[in-house]
């Protein structure tokens, strides 16, 4: 078992078989980030008419040619996800029990895919799942949750104990559904830029973390006194809006 590649799999089938099913059924194709042994991937196999599943591990990778020999719909890559385009075979629903060392990349990759990536069903650690679908104001609220958030509507499943997994992990980890919104916001890469400069120190107000980039424009609005993670999604998109217009 490598530690190296984050390997804790998932045993327990009261929760494989849900994880799988949140995906949906009836699938046209779907892409699977760190099949490892293959638990996930048979559950998800009777839902989808394609799986495309993306190994890092060149053992698992071979073993899962080997477990899964007969299931024509599987294609196993040996590959590193970060390396590969996730849109080359088309439309798909994502999904994994994701490598937790790379999964800020992972959903980065997913958010700034486009429509026909609809959703995604990953098991992230607990305190990921958090920040994702945190409310403005509260503690977990940071960059995070602001990208996902004005891309996605997102939905936390279920929590996941160590002991589901072999090895265990040290955290508890949280299963979450991302449903791609129909109209993403105007600007979208430009407004991420925004909502990472907003967050640069989390404690400083806007005033003091937007100085650097945009003079003392926003020093006297109502908002320069308020830190990035009051704001809500719609105050992000509107103060970056008044921002432009007022270059
Ligand atoms: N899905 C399996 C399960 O639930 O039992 C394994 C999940 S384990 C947390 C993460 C898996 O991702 C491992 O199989 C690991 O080898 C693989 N992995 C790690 N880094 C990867 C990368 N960069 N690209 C693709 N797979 C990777």
């Given at each position: 078992m490598s530690q190296k590649f984050g390997q804790h799999f998932l045993v327990r089938d009261t929760i494989l078989e849900p994880l799988a099913a949140a995906c949906g059924e009836k699938l046209t194709r779907t892409i699977e980030i760190g099949?490892?042994?293959?638990t996930l991937t048979r559950h998800l196999l009777p839902r989808t008419a394609e799986l495309h599943a993306i190994e890092i591990d060149s053992a698992l990778a071979a073993r899962l040619r080997i477990q899964f020999a007969?299931?024509?719909k599987l294609h196993v890559h040996e590959a590193d996800v970060l390396d590969t385009?996730?849109?080359?075979?088309?439309e798909a629903v994502v999904t994994g029990n994701l490598p937790y060392y790379i999964t800020s990349p992972i959903l980065k990759k997913f958010l700034a895919l486009?429509?026909?990536?609809g959703t995604a069903v990953f098991l992230v650690q607990w305190e990921v799942a958090e920040r994702l679908v945190a409310a403005p104001g509260?503690?977990?609220?940071?960059y995070l949750s602001v990208a996902a958030q004005l891309v996605c509507e997102v939905e936390l499943l279920r929590k996941v104990p160590p002991?589901?997994?072999?090895?265990?992990?040290?955290v508890d980890s949280g299963a979450v559904r991302l449903r791609r919104k129909k109209t993403p916001p105007q600007d979208l890469d430009d407004l991420l830029v925004f909502a990472g400069r907003c967050f640069?120190?989390?404690?400083?107000t806007l005033r003091n973390n937007l100085r650097p980039f945009?003079?003392?424009?926003?020093?006297?609005?109502?908002?320069?006194?308020?830190?990035?993670?009051?704001?809500?999604l719609a105050q992000f998109v509107e103060l970056h809006t008044r921002l432009k217009l007022n270059q």
């Open positions: 099949p490892g042994r293959g007969a299931e024509p385009d996730l849109s080359k075979w088309g486009d429509a026909r990536f509260t503690r977990a609220f940071g002991a589901a997994f072999v090895p265990p992990p040290k640069t120190h989390k404690r400083k945009y003079g003392e424009r926003i020093a006297g609005w109502p908002e320069g006194g308020l830190r990035a993670e009051q704001l809500t």
